[in-house]
């Protein structure tokens, strides 16, 4: 692996993990940092400790990360802290777990190809060049490096000024059997393209002793963790128009239903901006 002197780390053993036009593709580099991040900003709506205010819209920000990645555990940290305190509602975060730094010799528990795909679709939309971790996406919109504190503050606190095309509800979210049953409800405030619906199941408080790769011995603590992410129905973007559904997401035994969560959010299939979300922790079912 090489460091980018951007600070960002490449997601390949070749050095870079390279969109294609259609797929991703491994493509060996030594160049340094393709080009240079924006520099940081004091961030209005931040506090100390990372967190968001309690002020402006809903922000669903994105963190594509791994446990074989030396650099992102700071990322991990900064996104629990802003799903909490303060910011609690106002952000909601989703950890995304990478499966292209599993060849380091540690496999994330938590990682997916699909979550790898979502990355890819994503620098397509953002024109990044090299997909990286710890890479944070902010409302679909804007894209930086997970870790770093002001330009992630900076771009959350211009996205809450942004209203948004729609508006999310979460009707219940219960567990019944080994599966989650989440009703939903959008309608669209402000015309629009065509939007989605999407649901994802959550869970916090994940610990993890690491026995190999770049993290070898080091205990992780990882919160927000996508679990389940499934489309729950599309929604024309004229203004007035309204639908409901009901999504089921499957369980694992071993989750533990305390630390489960949902989001339900609007995107735009083509440009991936989100026009509103919702997050709602699970009720007792039966």
């Not at 991703?24 to 506090?47: D, F, H, K, M, Y």
């Not at 090299?130 to 330009?151: A, I, M, Q």
């Amino acid at each position: 692996m090489i460091d980018n002197c951007n600070g960002r780390r490449q997601g390949s053993p070749a050095g870079s993990f390279r969109l294609a036009a259609a797929a991703l593709a491994i493509v060996a580099l030594t160049l340094c940092g393709a080009r240079a991040e924006p520099p940081p900003a004091a961030a209005s709506q931040a506090t100390d400790t990372g967190q968001a205010t309690d002020s402006g819209q809903t922000v669903v920000v994105e963190l594509f990360t791994s446990q074989g990645c030396s650099t992102c555990p700071p990322a991990d940290r900064l996104l629990s802290q802003l799903g909490s305190g303060a910011g609690a509602g106002q952000v909601i975060p989703l950890a995304f777990h990478v499966d292209y730094w599993n060849r380091q010799g540690w496999t994330d528990p938590f990682s997916s190809p699909e979550w790898t795909a979502r990355q890819a679709k994503y620098g397509r939309a953002l024109h990044v060049d090299n997909v990286y971790t710890p890479e944070l996406v902010v409302g679909g919109r804007s894209e930086c490096v997970g870790s770093k504190r002001d330009e992630v503050m900076r771009q959350i606190a211009a996205a809450q000024a942004a209203a948004p095309a729609g508006k999310v509800s979460i009707a219940a979210a219960a567990l019944t059997g080994r599966k989650v049953v989440v009703k939903v409800e959008a309608r669209i405030e402000r015309p629009a393209h065509g939007l989605e619906l999407w649901v994802a199941l959550t869970q916090n408080g994940l610990t993890t002793a690491v026995g190999a790769g770049e993290n070898k011995a080091a205990t992780l603590h990882d919160d927000y963790v996508v679990r389940r992410l499934e489309k729950a129905f599309s929604l024309p973007g004229k203004p007035g128009s309204e639908r409901s559904g009901e999504v089921k997401l499957a369980v694992d035994s071993g989750w533990d239903p305390s630390k489960l969560a949902v989001v339900a959010f609007l995107q735009d299939p083509g440009t991936l901006a989100i026009e509103g979300a919702a997050s709602q922790a699970l009720a007792a079912g039966r």
